[in-house]
C-alpha cells in the first residue's frame, strides 16, 4: 500500500523536498533633487526662483521649503512654502542686511519622507558699490540722559560694505566718570559695516574702542542715500540719537583764509544752552591773527557781539582732520576754545569742540564752517545781502523751568538796501508760556518785514531784525539773527540772537539758501527729521512726492525714545504752494501736520505746526533733498 501511494504521487509529480516561494521587490525608495542651481547670488531688490524634483512618492506629497540664516539676521521669506514636485518657490531676500552681503541657506524636504532633503544657497548683496572712499559725517541730538549729544568725524568706505578706518570726536553725558558730567572723546574707527538698499536707504555700523558709545563701542545709523556724495544721517542707538549728514571727503588741505562758522550747544562753566557764530580769517599758515576774524556768542538768551578773536590751526591730519584753537578774550563764561575740525572739501568743515575731555572744558557743541574764498573781507555795503533766501534754525526754547525745542523756518527777502520784504516765519518754541492762552507751547506763523545792518568792517556779518508781524504776534516779539555771509554762491550761517523784549528767549544755530525762482515738489526725495516729544525722536527716510495729486508715499526709519523702528511706511497728503512758496501738508500717515519750504525743486525745509493743538505738545524739523537710484530700475 505505501508502495502505491508513492508510486501515486510519482505519476503526479509531486515531491517530498521543503518549496520557498521568493521575496517579492522592494519598491524604490523617495528620493529629491534641486532642478534650480545649488548656489545663487542675487541683488538685495532682487528674487531667486527654486525648484525640486521627488521621485518615487506615489501619493504626490511634494515639497516642503524652510530658509535658515545667522542668527539676529532677517532671512527674507519663501512663497509659498509647499510646492508640488517639480514647481517653484520664490525667495525674496529682507529689506536690508546687517552689511553689504548676507547668506541664507534653503533647504526642500520630500515631504512623504523627510529624511529626504536638500539645500540651496542664496548669496544677497546690497549697493555697497555706490559708497567708496572716505565720508566726512555728523550728527546732533540728545543722549538717553536728554543732554545734549555732538558727534564727528571720517569713516572709510571700501565699496564692499565694510568700514576699515577713521576717526572721530564726540561729546555726551558720560555717567561712567566720578561725577557725571559733559565730556568729550577722540576715538580711532576700528571697523564695521555699511548697507545701501535699493531706494537709497541703507545702515552704518562704526566700531571704536570706547565703550561709553553706542552698544558697547558700536555706534548705529540709518541713512538715505541722496548721491554717491551727499547722504542724510540718524544715529539709531539705545543711548544717543541724532540727526545729521554724510559727505564725500574730497580734499585734505588745511584750510586758510576766511570761514564763516556756527556751532551750538552747551556752556561748560555755567552748565547753560548756547551759541556762537562768526568769522574766522586764517592769514597766515596755521594762524589766525584776528585780523578780520569776529565772534558772538548767545549764552542763555543774552548776548555777547562782536568780539575780536585770534587763535591757530593745525596741519591735518591724514584723514584731513585739524585742531583750532580759539581766544575769545571778550566772552564772560569761557574765553579759550577748542575744536576739532574734519574738512570735507575745499569750502566745508565739520566742527565738533574737543576741549572738554575732562569734564572742565569750555563747551560741548557742534557746527559747520564754510570758506568765504575770494569774497572774504568784501561785505561792506548792504548790497552784499539781497535776494530771497529760505532759512532753518533750530535750538532751545529757554522760557520755562528747563530749555526746550526750538523749531523755525521761514522765508525773507533782502533789498541790498537795508530792508527785508516778503518774509513768512513758522517759528515754534516748545515750552513757552507767554502766549495766551498760556499753555505751554507758542507759535508765530506770521509774514514780516524788517531790517539788516551790514558790518562795516566788510567781514560779511549782518544783523538782522524781523518786524511787523502779520498777524501781530502777542506779546510783541522783535526776532534777531545774525547771519554770516559766505558769498560765491554759498550759503550764510545764522546765529539766533535771540529776542530783544525777551517775551520769547531762546538759542539756536541755522543756514539760509537762496531761493529758486522756480520752486517745486515732486519726485523721489530723502529727508532727515528730528522730534522733541518729552524723548527725542530722530530718523531717516525717503518719500515720493506728486504734485499733480497732492500726495507722497515714503518708508521712514526712526529711533523713537531710543528704540530703533525701521520700515514704517506712510502715505499722505499737500496742498499746492500759498502765495509765500509754502506747501500744507501731513507727515507719518497724518500723525503731524507740516508745511514744506522749498528751497528749490530739489531741496527744502519742513517744520511741524501743530504743535499749540491739544494734546500735541512736540515739535519736528527737517530737511529733504532729491536722490538718485543707487542703480538703474531702482526705486
Known amino acids: 500500500m505505501t508502495a502505491l501511494l508513492l508510486a501515486l504521487m510519482a505519476c503526479a509529480g509531486g515531491s517530498t523536498a521543503n518549496v520557498q516561494n521568493p521575496t517579492s521587490p522592494q519598491p524604490p525608495a523617495v528620493s529629491i533633487a534641486l532642478q534650480s542651481p545649488a548656489t545663487q547670488s542675487i541683488l538685495v531688490n532682487g528674487s531667486a526662483q527654486l525648484n525640486a524634483l521627488v521621485e518615487n512618492d506615489d501619493s504626490n506629497a511634494g515639497v516642503d521649503w524652510t530658509i535658515t540664516c545667522a ?269 576739532t575740525g574734519y574738512i570735507v572739501d575745499d569750502t566745508h568743515l565739520i566742527l565738533a569742540e574737543s576741549d572738554n575731555n575732562s569734564g572742565a572744558g569750555s563747551g560741548s557743541s557742534g557746527g559747520i564752517a564754510i570758506a568765504q574764498g575770494s569774497s572774504a573781507g568784501t561785505f561792506k555795503d548792504p548790497s552784499a545781502f539781497n535776494g530771497t533766501f529760505v532759512f532753518g534754525v533750530s535750538g532751545m526754547d529757554l522760557t520755562g523751568f528747563t530749555p526746550d525745542t526750538l523749531t523755525s523756518v521761514g522765508v525773507l527777502t533782502a533789498d541790498g538796501a537795508g530792508n527785508l520784504s516778503s518774509g513768512f516765519t513758522d517759528t515754534f518754541f516748545q515750552q513757552n508760556y507767554n502766549q495766551p492762552p498760556n499753555y505751554l507751547g507758542a507759535q508765530i506763523s506770521s509774514s514780516f518785514g524788517g531790517t539788516y545792518t551790514m558790518d562795516k568792517a566788510g567781514v560779511g556779518r549782518v544783523r538782522v531784525a524781523l518786524k511787523g508781524f502779520t498777524p501781530p504776534v502777542h506779546p510783541s516779539i522783535t526776532q534777531s539773527y545774525i547771519f554770516y555771509l559766505t558769498g560765491n554762491g554759498n550759503p550764510p550761517l545764522i546765529l539766533a540772537a535771540g529776542d530783544t523784549t525777551f517775551n520769547y528767549p531762546s538759542v539756536g544755530a541755522g543756514i539760509a539758501y537762496s531761493r529758486a525762482s522756480q520752486l517745486g515738489f515732486s519726485g523721489d526725495y530723502g ?14 527716510g525717503q518719500f515720493t512726492a506728486n504734485s499733480a495729486a497732492g500726495t507722497l ?83
Open 71 to 339: 542668527a539676529g539676521s532677517s532671512c527674507g521669506k519663501l512663497t509659498p512654502l509647499h510646492t508640488a514636485s517639480g514647481d517653484s518657490t520664490t525667495y525674496s531676500p529682507p529689506s536690508a542686511l546687517s552689511g553689504n552681503s548676507e547668506s541664507v541657506s534653503i533647504v526642500a524636504f520630500a515631504t512623504a519622507d523627510r529624511t529626504q532633503n536638500v539645500t540651496s544657497s542664496v548669496t544677497i548683496t546690497g549697493f555697497a558699490p555706490a559708497l567708496k572712499g572716505n565720508y566726512v559725517f555728523q550728527a546732533q541730538g540728545a543722549d538717553a540722559t536728554l543732554n545734549p549729544y555732538q558727534i564727528a568725524g571720517v569713516v572709510a568706505l571700501d565699496g564692499n560694505g565694510n568700514v576699515t578706518g577713521g576717526e572721530q570726536t564726540v561729546n555726551f553725558y558720560d555717567e561712567n566718570e566720578d561725577v557725571n558730567t559733559l565730556v568729550s572723546r577722540a576715538d580711532p574707527v576700528t571697523g564695521g559695516t555699511y548697507f545701501v538698499g535699493a531706494d537709497g536707504r541703507g545702515l552704518l555700523t562704526v566700531r571704536t574702542n570706547d565703550a561709553d558709545v553706542g552698544q558697547n563701542g558700536i555706534e548705529s545709523f540709518s541713512f538715505v542715500l541722496l548721491s554717491s556724495s551727499h547722504l542724510l544721517v540718524a544715529e539709531m542707538d539705545t543711548l544717543e540719537t541724532a540727526t545729521g549728514t554724510m559727505d564725500l571727503q574730497t580734499s585734505t588741505t588745511a584750510p586758510t583764509g576766511g570761514y564763516a562758522f556756527v556751532v551750538n550747544g552747551m556752556d561748560i562753566p555755567s552748565y547753560s544752552p548756547a551759541a556762537i557764530g562768526g568769522i574766522i580769517n586764517i592769514d597766515s599758515p596755521g594762524t589766525i591773527s584776528g585780523a578780520g576774524s569776529i565772534a558772538d556768542q548767545n549764552l542763555y538768551g543774552y548776548m555777547t557781539q562782536n568780539q575780536k578773536l585770534s587763535g591757530t590751526v593745525s596741519a591735518a591730519d591724514s584723514l584731513g582732520a585739524v585742531t583750532i584753537n580759539l581766544t575769545i578774550p571778550g566772552f564772560t563764561s569761557a574765553t579759550v576754545f577748542q575744536f
Open 553 to 635: 508715499a515714503g518708508v521712514a526709519d526712526m529711533n523713537l525714545g531710543f528704540t530703533a523702528a525701521f520700515t514704517n511706511a506712510f502715505n499722505d497728503t499737500f496742498q499746492p504752494p500759498d502765495v509765500n512758496g509754502r506747501i500744507v501738508g501731513t507727515l507719518f500717515n497724518s500723525s503731524i501736520a507740516v508745511v514744506y519750504y522749498p528751497i528749490d525743486a530739489a531741496h527744502g525745509f519742513f517744520v511741524e505746526t501743530d504743535l499749540v493743538s491739544p494734546g500735541t505738545d512736540q515739535v519736528s524739523f527737517g530737511c529733504y533733498a532729491a536722490r538718485t537710484p543707487v542703480c538703474e530700475g531702482c526705486q
Open 527 to 540: 529727508f532727515n527729521t528730528f522730534q522733541e516729544n518729552g524723548l527725542e525722536n530722530n530718523g531717516t
